[in-house]
């Protein structure tokens, strides 16, 4: 009989090593889990000398460790008390020496902190709604081609480099002011008269990096900018205050760039579409004035041709009117006017003196004669 707890094959064949499991559960956890914000109270927390710390983080059912760094926990500021409520930023992990789970920490945030830091952004965003300053009627347009234009951010950060890259490219003819600081620069950009147009931006960072952007009096200087304004202080799921009270928002330093200014290739085309379509305009028109000046003038010549005919037809009869008048048409009929040297009319026999000469004149010519008796 064939013993019930004899195996039919090796383990040694099929068996994994204890390192392969959790190699193999580590790949898995950490390559399914992107770092999720976790919510809990701190237990436990440790800090070494190399600036590490190390604390489990737990709720009412479950709890679990968790390290942070020292890259990390300068961000944080002071350690957390046990029993402090806190949100984390952390990606699941296994450790490969022990085999545990775990939480690597890369932000600390306590939750008290969080509700203060809310309040007060509700307050600010409230003070400058009633103020007027989200208002769209006050929002100014951006200038087409702006041959100056102010980036208020780090001259260290990446933003800078994203706006002139980008403007280099499309507008290499526009000048950059860049001004590292926020409301002593968005003042010097007011008294600036060259500039047209001003940037606010930042080039990524933490979410706390935010909170500049959210001062109040950042966002009152931003307001009282005299010339139109871009907001890009966060990426597309990062909105600030600035981007409300900014005449326009942009969600990257690079798209603010674009937004402020044209691209000289796209103007380009459109210069040469324009000058395109204006020769063809007056080619056009040019065609055509031609054409109605030839029917104009066609016009014209018929019209002084009938009234040519018509005047030398009213000369005509004139003519012939003043001709049938004329006193030669009487000399024809055999009658004869005498008219003294000076061509006076002889009409009365008072004008004919004894001796005077005079002429005849007759149908075909002129007769001498002289007065023998009057």
């Not at 208002?135 to 994203?162: H, L, N, W, Y």
């Not at 490219?169 to 003042?187: D, E, M, Q």
């Not at 600035?242 to 798209?255: G, I, K, M």
């Not at 037809?313 to 003519?319: K, P, V």
Request: positive net charge; glycine residues 8%; aromatic residues 6%.
């Amino acid at each position: 009989m064939t013993n019930p707890l004899q195996l039919s094959f090796d383990p040694a064949d099929d068996a994994w090593s204890v390192t392969k499991l959790v190699t193999s559960v580590k790949r898995l956890i950490e390559a399914e889990f992107v770092p999720v914000w976790i919510r809990g109270e701190v237990v436990g927390c440790k800090v070494w000398s190399s600036g590490h710390w190390y604390f489990s983080l737990r709720d009412r059912i479950t709890q679990v460790r968790c390290t942070m760094w020292s890259r990390y926990t300068y961000q944080a500021g002071k350690p957390p008390e046990d029993g402090t409520e806190v949100f984390v930023l952390a990606r699941p992990g296994i450790y490969d020496s022990k085999g545990e789970f775990h939480l690597s920490v890369t932000r600390l945030i306590p939750t008290a902190a969080v509700g203060a830091a809310q309040k007060e952004l509700e307050r600010v965003k409230e003070a400058l709604r009633k103020d007027g300053l989200f208002d769209e009627a006050r929002k100014r347009p951006i200038p087409p081609f702006a041959s100056t234009v102010a980036v208020v951010t780090s001259t260290a950060g990446a933003a800078m480099r994203d706006v002139i890259t980008v403007v280099g490219k499309r507008w290499p003819c526009c000048r950059i002011l860049v001004v590292n600081a926020l409301v002593r620069a968005l003042k010097l950009v007011t008294r600036v008269p060259e500039v047209e147009l001003c940037i606010v931006g930042r080039g990524g960072g933490g979410r706390d990096d935010l909170n500049a952007f959210n001062s109040e009096a950042v966002c009152r200087a931003l307001a009282a900018v005299k010339v139109p304004t871009i907001s890009a202080v966060g990426h597309e799921t990062d909105i600030s205050l600035t981007d409300l009270v900014a005449d326009l928002r942009a969600p990257t330093p690079s798209a603010a760039a674009e937004m402020a200014v044209s691209d000289r290739r796209e103007v380009l085309r459109q210069i040469d579409d324009l000058g395109a379509r204006l020769a063809g305009g007056l080619s056009s028109r040019t065609r055509l004035g031609a054409v109605r000046l030839a029917r104009t003038g066609d016009r014209l010549q018929a019209a002084m041709d009938r009234a040519i005919r018509r005047e030398r037809h009213r000369a005509d009869r004139l003519g012939a009117q003043l001709d049938a008048l004329s006193p030669l048409r009487i000399l024809d009929r055999g009658y004869a006017v005498p008219v003294d040297p000076d061509g006076r009319v002889l009409k009365r026999l008072a004008d004919f003196a004894p001796g005077a000469p005079f002429r005849l004149r007759i149908a075909d010519g002129d007769v001498a004669a002289r007065v023998e008796q009057s």
